[in-house]
């Protein structure tokens, strides 16, 4: 019983840190940031299971986990609001070829990294952009004037 409370414990803690820190997708990661994934895993291995590495133990580990990410799946499919502060909502960066400046200062996000994208989505010029779009994935989508 102690394994299912230590990682349900750790599950909730993970998920409210995933949710701080601002979006980016694995591709978009720098090198310390992918080490730092890795690290967090083996320190929520540690702390999940403390000293018990009995297969009981991983199995009841990971049954809490599952548990509790088939509880956020079927919260988040039955309520919109519920989806959206669990997993966030679209943010739009630039309108109508503008920067929104407080969009970008909230996600911490560099005027730069969102004209890359749309130079990758062949938009060479910021006042092409009709909208650009933080989507909750951490994917930037850029629609065209």
Not at 58 to 66: Q, Y
Not at 119 to 126: A, E, H, I, S, T
Request: aromatic share 8%; proline share 3%; charged share 20%.
């Amino acid at each position: 019983m102690e394994i299912i409370a230590c990682a349900s414990i750790v599950f909730w803690l993970v998920f409210l840190l995933t949710r701080g820190m601002k979006r980016r997708s694995l591709a978009d990661m720098a090198p310390f940031e992918m080490v730092l994934l890795v690290v967090l895993g083996d320190i929520i291995q540690q702390g999940t299971m403390q000293q018990d590495y009995s297969v009981t133990g991983a199995f009841l580990a990971l049954s809490a986990f599952g548990f509790w990410i088939t509880v956020l799946t079927y919260v988040t499919w039955r309520s919109t609001r519920a989806r959206h502060m669990i997993e966030g909502v679209p943010i739009v960066l630039i309108a109508d070829g503008k920067p929104i400046d407080a969009a970008l200062a909230v996600e911490h996000m560099p005027l730069d990294e969102v004209l890359e994208a749309a130079r990758q989505q062949g938009v060479d010029d910021m006042t092409k952009i009709r909208l650009a779009i933080l989507e909750v994935s951490g994917k930037i989508s850029i629609i065209q004037n």
